[in-house]
């Protein structure tokens, strides 16, 4: 019998984890088969203990379930904690249930690996303070930026962020319209923004010379925080697809303790171009 693996989400049908984790599959030789299943809130522990005692080995988690799998979880990795969130739950040897969160070291070797930015030193804006922001704020605290700045409608939101993650580093957190007289080298949209085709009101000539823009939201056609990018004269301006497949990179690894090569996924996927 193969081993069984799903994502979980609501709603789930547009999901490109199942192509993923097939083409990952396909590659590396494992045994699995993964489907997505579209779970409501409200019905989400039960159908997490009804797939793991049908024999279900791991599921991904995505919107709006990573709260209530960080919840869910018996043991929680570190940055699974930092996060409040949790995108990936394996089911241990005894039978417990692991979280982990793979967002963040997605978007990083998305990042750095993939499209060959260096973080140290460099002055970033991240747009939003929700859970999207949560996942990734530890990893860039510890690529040691020069400075990480955190910009919400709502500040009391960014101010909670601020504190929480104090331990790994210092967070600047400003309004949107504060921004202005600010230079940053990269932007990374967390807001929910993009789903409704909007971007958030920020002021002029925030980007630094050769800045990135980087939306963790993708879509088929450029999101809107991309095309603002690349109208305001970033030299790059992209959508979160080489995130999701490294995070998913991440989540195989965890479960099958093999390595997938991304490149060929994000080819096959992307050949319409990267968004
Ligand atoms: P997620 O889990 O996707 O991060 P969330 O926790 O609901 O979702 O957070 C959504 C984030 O997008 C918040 O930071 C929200 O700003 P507020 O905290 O001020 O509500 C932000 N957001 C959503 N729509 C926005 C818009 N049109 N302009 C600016 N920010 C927006």
């Given at each position: 019998?193969?081993?069984?693996y799903a994502v979980m989400g609501f709603p789930i049908s547009h999901s490109l984890s199942?192509?993923?984790?097939?083409?990952?599959?396909?590659?590396?030789?494992?045994?699995?088969?993964?489907?997505?299943?579209?779970?409501?809130?409200?019905?989400?522990?039960?159908?997490?203990?009804?797939?793991?005692?049908?024999?279900?080995?791991?599921?991904?988690?995505?919107?709006?379930?990573?709260?209530?799998?960080?919840?869910?979880?018996?043991?929680?990795?570190?940055?699974?904690?930092?996060?409040?969130?949790?995108?990936?739950?394996?089911?241990?040897?005894?039978?417990?249930?692991?979280?982990?969160?793979?967002?963040?070291?997605?978007?990083?070797?998305?990042?750095?690996?993939?499209?060959?930015?260096?973080?140290?030193?460099?002055?970033?804006?991240?747009?939003?303070?929700?859970?999207?922001?949560?996942?990734?704020?530890?990893?860039?605290?510890?690529?040691?930026?020069?400075?990480?700045?955190?910009?919400?409608?709502?500040?009391?939101?960014?101010?909670?962020?601020?504190?929480?993650?104090?331990?790994?580093?210092?967070?600047?957190?400003?309004?949107?319209?504060?921004?202005?007289?600010?230079?940053?080298?990269?932007?990374?949209?967390?807001?929910?923004?993009?789903?409704?085709?909007?971007?958030?009101?920020?002021?002029?000539?925030?980007?630094?010379?050769?800045?990135?823009?980087?939306?963790?939201?993708?879509?088929?056609?450029?999101?809107?925080?991309?095309?603002?990018?690349?109208?305001?004269?970033?030299?790059?301006?992209?959508?979160?697809?080489?995130?999701?497949?490294?995070?998913?990179?991440?989540?195989?690894?965890?479960?099958?303790?093999?390595?997938?090569?991304?490149?060929?996924?994000?080819?096959?996927?992307?050949?319409?171009?990267?968004?």
């Open positions: 019998m193969l081993d069984r199942p192509v993923i984790h097939q083409q990952f599959a396909e590659q590396t030789g494992q045994k699995i088969s993964y489907e997505a299943i579209e779970v409501r809130p409200e019905s989400f522990d039960q159908a997490v203990e009804e797939f793991f005692h049908a024999g279900g080995q791991g599921i991904n988690c995505t919107v709006p379930l990573k709260e209530l799998a960080f919840k869910k979880a018996d043991q929680l990795t570190e940055r699974a904690k930092f996060s409040g969130a949790v995108n990936t739950l394996k089911r241990m040897e005894d039978g417990s249930l692991l979280g982990d969160n793979t967002d963040g070291i997605g978007l990083m070797t998305d990042l750095c690996k993939n499209l060959g930015l260096s973080l140290a030193g460099k002055r970033i804006l991240v747009l939003g303070a929700g859970g999207a922001t949560r996942g990734i704020l530890g990893p860039l605290l510890e690529a040691r930026p020069e400075c990480l700045f955190l910009a919400n409608r709502t500040i009391e939101k960014a101010q909670k962020l601020k504190a929480v993650f104090a331990p790994l580093g210092a967070l600047d957190v400003s309004t949107y319209e504060d921004l202005l007289g600010n230079k940053f080298d990269l932007i990374i949209n967390a807001t929910s923004a993009s789903l409704s085709g909007d971007v958030p009101p920020l002021p002029n000539g925030i980007l630094a010379k050769q800045a990135v823009c980087y939306d963790l939201a993708y879509s088929k056609k450029p999101t809107a925080f991309t095309v603002w990018g690349k109208e305001k004269g970033a030299v790059l301006s992209v959508g979160g697809l080489g995130m999701l497949i490294e995070q998913a990179a991440q989540a195989f690894y965890i479960w099958r303790s093999v390595r997938p090569d991304t490149k060929p996924v994000v080819n096959k996927i992307n050949t319409a171009g990267r968004h």
